[in-house]
């Protein structure tokens, strides 16, 4: 741990009041920072300084910093949660910065995730497509035992694999297309690979795909990317899954 | 996408094949007979107009999606860094494929214009049947310009980077991939465009040495 | 008003909640369609009750302040669920589970509630199986378990170290299928600000929509109460930023009794705090103990070294280390319970024994089992973890030892209710975190898992029937009535008031502030005369804040600072009550240490004639001293013993 103090960093961020106006970049300078603290906390530090000054903060989402919460979302420097691999943003230290940078925070871009305000977007498109489908059907009660269905250690731990998303939207951010499929696919292939969940595979893959289309997400044209950025290091295996399970209950239609 | 591009890449296996016997033979008979083959053939008769088909499907397809994909962010970022989340080929494909869209034009009114809407090549006879002299079609354009030599391989270039993605996309797209397979067809996609690359780079290559 | 009846049902504890299921009311179909409820938090309790009580037929709202149900702080939990399946075949049971936990919490639960909660865990791990959550399997295909501090059996459920996401995503998706078919009405970015009481029933909630600033009415049959712990109030803590006591705290002031507030749990396993920029604090899961060594230098000028950054943790020999909780505690060593090593910790680096610049951390060790398992043994178990390590401290666990103290964690204490789960206001519920009901004074690893979802799947889904059961001729809630109308403007009033400050400090100055005065006087270690100057400072941080926060922006767009402000004025009354029901309850107890009552040696010493009670604050109005009433605890099977790990 060799903490050092960042100075004359330059924060240009996209300012925008709410949906209907528009947006323009504002650059502040901020000083001081230590190496050892958090992306998130300089721009706390920063916010602090703007109220002071009397000026309106900037407005971000964020909630657990510790990454598994999924609601923090900045694009930093060309990057959906910044310089750093397999972390979201609350998780990026200033220790990956230097003196003197520029560093350019954007919100999340994507026609179905619309700024709400500054870096602040609303991703209730990745609620819709849950709602239509990303669950098993049963009710509280009247359930097996648990050990009644059994499940072998590679099924759980693919699903595992799959489960771990957090539902940030990285995915659709750093796609060049704004797909959602990897979200969407980590979902579907959770699901398809436990018994419990295969009962309504088809009509899951169908329901979900057809509601990502509906809200306006793009189409996925397998460039990887989304699994690079995605902080949990879903796998574009799963988009694979997900084009057999569809195709699959196409076919059967 | 996934499954015109398919059928286009098999295509693209059975044209270099017929067209390596460009150097095999430079008495052009080889390749005469088997372009002979190639028109004659009923099933290719068939074919013909269904690869028309595909690639204009492919083309179509490709640009309802490139559109789509465009509306999906109607704002941009102002800094994107992509380099090490994607290949240069997988972002880039449409503009790929559209110069092999022009390199195809040419390569058309090269040669599938002359000989079946001018009908300006002319007859020859080999072994007793009577053909389209393809090879020196073929043969005097590669001899004649260095600069056509560099476009058709220029155009091989483009197709080998294009499947440098493609290949190995379509089976992502049909699903066909899996934490073992992924890596196998990525590796066997990457040879695919080489050797499609290669050899298409090769006739030019040898017109030029050669000749 | 006095203290009320806690409901506890008659009979022997293990028949106690079978009885009570079967005499309690149940509403028919035809009525649930007709009955409101409004749940308030969408974490393990609040996202279960909410889909379980849609599924049984009840119109349902559900509102939480995330732009998602799934971000609940629910999310965060690592390590694990409980329950007495005995897949292990270790002799696990409902009583063996239920008895742990009370001694666990330090006997300060109440018996049924506890054993209640014993008796639904197996059907929790069943119900989630169902749902599709992931539970580590063995390769025969069935579930796996690990043990877990405090407890002599392997009872633990776990989806890696992402236990309690995978369970709230499980939640989640029924909350999400109910969603889908209507009968869920789902309010995200929806701030709670008051409860609306009608003819003395909860019958609604005033919210803000966080994203247009618009104050609105929800009415409702009845309302739950899920919005978790109120460990902010530390401002530091391994709570999410934005998790709040304000639902919980608007109940208090309408009625409902806050409930051994002191009772705080500091986790001892987080990383240090590195200066006083620092937002949150992140927790390092419990497991790690089971592997690490924890010591500090024996030496204090080894100590001044590593404090001045003279020297490094492998310099220091051998012998010069001290394993501080081996040597106290010899028979648990690194795993006593968590209040335990977290007091031990304090008392080192009050000493003056820290190992970093702050002198406020302790080193655990993981060389001690790399040597003896191998990296690839330690890598497989803690591999996430160390890698999160590192990303934060920018140091790697394999090759020096991790730096950790201790820090605000869970919150025993809350809401009270009755063994129906309602508070002392007819109507409202509280569930989850936001209740005081089953971990006493100490809550045991993987238990806050059980206890929410056994609230929101198995226990209120049934109780909430026998309240509405009488409700089913009441209308559906008319929001303009005068109560509704009257509590609108009060919280309009605030608001403004709030605004109209305009002073010159802005909001986390004041959290800040409070935050040092919680953890100096009312965290790990407290007194009478501290508990006392924290009163008076809280009291001058509650006069400088309601006149100089400046809160910029406005009321009708998001303004994150407006957000806070309103959390952190409950916070600073919050703690006023906490610091009170600390002073009041004169020995130590689980999180709560007394520096009064010890033993000779300086361990905790509970005093069961003075301190076997749950406290119920009632609100008297704003800027008066609250009453305390007292639930007292009856023990019919457990026999209270002084906690030893010696």
Redesign the interface.
Known sequence: MSEKILNNLKIKVWRQKNAQTKGQFETYPIDNISTDTSFLEMLDILNYQLVEEGKDPIVFDHDCREGICGTCSLFINGRAHGPDDDITTCQLHMRKFKNDETITIEPWRAKSFPVIKDLMVDRTAFEKILQSGGFVSVNTGGVPDGNAIPIGYDDAEAAMDAASCIGCGACVATCKNSSAMLFVSAKVSHLARLPQGQVEAARRAKSMVAKMDELGFGNCSNTGACEVECPKGISITNIATLNREYLKAKIAD | MSLTGFFLMSFLIVHLTVNLLLIFDDTGVLFNQAAHFMVSNPIIKVVEPVLAIGFILHMIYAGILTINNMVARPVGYKKVNQKQASTWASRNMFVLGSLIVIFLILHIMNFYWKLKVEQSVALIMVDGAEMHDTYTLVSSLFKASLIYNLFYIAGAIFLGIHLTHGFWSAFQTIGWSGNIWRKRIEVVGKVFAFLIALGFSIIPLYFIIKF | MTAINSKIPEGSLAEKWTKHKAKIKVVSPANKRKLDIIVVGTGLAGA?AA??LA?MGYNVSAFCY????????S??AQGGINAS?N?QNDNDSVHRLFYDTVKGGDYRAREANVHRLAEVSG?I????????V??????????SNRSFGGVLVSRT?Y??G?T???LL?GA???L??Q??KGAIK?Y?RHEMLDIVKIDGKARGIIARDM?TGEVKKYGAHAVVIASGGYGNAFFLS?N???CNGGAAWQAYKKGAFMSNPCYVQIHPTCIPV??D????L??MSESLRNDGRIWVPKKKEDAEKLQKGEIGPNDIAEEDRDFYLERRYPSYGNLVPRDVASRAAKERCDAGFGVNNTGLAVYLDFKYSIERLGKDVIEARYGNLF??YE?????DPYTGPMQIYPAIHYTMGGTWVDYNLMTSVPGLYAIGEANFSDHGANRLGASALMQGLADG??VL?YTIGDYLADEIQIPKIDVNSPEFEKSISAVQARLDKMMSIKG?K?V?YFHKKLGLVMWDYVGMSRNEAGLKKAIALIADIKKEFWSDV?I??DQG??N??LEKAGRVADFIELADVMTRDALNRNESCGGHFREESVTPDGEALRNDEIGAYVSQWEFQGEDKEPIMHKEDLKFEVVELTQRSYK
């Open positions: 279960s889909a379980s599924e995330q732009d998602s149900a799934r971000r609940a702080h999310i965060a399946k897949y059907s791990i069943d119900q989630c199986v169902a749902q599709g992931p539970f580590a399997r063995e390769y025969g295909g069935n579930l459920f989806a890696r992402q309690g996401q995978q995503i989640y998706s029924a999400n299928r969603i889908g789902m995200e994203v391994t999410a930023m934005g590195h200066g920029q620092q937002s949150k992140t927790l890698q999160m990303k934060i401290a920018d140091s799947y198995f889904p010159t802005p986390d400046r910029p922006g767009e998001v994150q600072e």
